[in-house]
Structure formats: structure tokens, C-alpha cells
């Protein structure tokens, strides 16, 4: 399969969903957007979750967009450079605004009263054999 046949399928899939769901587009690359941020968020818990998950909408976005230009391409109808980055911009936006205050929406560890040693397994079996 070409790259000019993956933009064209891209490309009729994205109809597709927009008659389907009555969106407008602008509207779909909002919950694209904010839903793949999340997916991945929800699936890579661990540390730097935050950032792989703007990453991959990152990635969603600027690989849409350069399917639409190779589409764009293929038809002779090139839309200016504006349309696209505005596209990448709605997109970007509320995974952004998550990224950014990600860290205050993560439960924060709460750290041990008692020092290391008083929490080994050593210790707990002398505190049983004392009591």
C-alpha cells in the first residue's frame, strides 16, 4: 500500500466519523486528543507517564497532519500551512493543560514517620517476639 493509498483511507475514515458522530472537526481532533492523552496515561502509570502520554498525541497529531497534506497532495488541494497548525493546536491543547498540572492531580506518597530500620521485616519479627 502507498502513502498516497494510507492518506486517502486516512483521509475517507475521517469523513467517515464525522458524518457518523455529527461533529465538526475541529471537535474530533479535541477528543482524539484528550482521549489517547488519557488511554496512554491510564495504561503507563509509572513515572514520566505524563509526558509519553503528550508524546503519543504529539505523535497522533503531527502524523494526522502530514496524512492530510499527503491527501491534500494527491487531490491538488493544498490547504495553507495556518489551517494545519491550527488543527495540531486544538489537538495539542487540553493534553498540554493536563501535562502542565499533571503533577498536582497525582496523589502524592506520604513519607514514613518511623525511620527505614523500624520498617524491616527483621524488626517486625523482633516486635512479635517481644510482645
Known sequence: MTLLEIASLFEARKVSVIEATGLDKDALHIYFGLTLF????????RRGGWVIAWLAVLAMACGGEWLDLNAEISRSAIQPDAAHWHDIWNTMF???VLLLVGRWMQ????????PAETLSGEYAERRLEQA
Request: glycine fraction near 0%.
Open 38 to 45: 488519557l488511554v496512554v496515561r491510564f495504561l503507563w502509570r
Open 107 to 114: 496523589p502524592q506518597q506520604e513519607a514514613p514517620d518511623e
Open 94 to 96: 487540553w493534553p498540554t
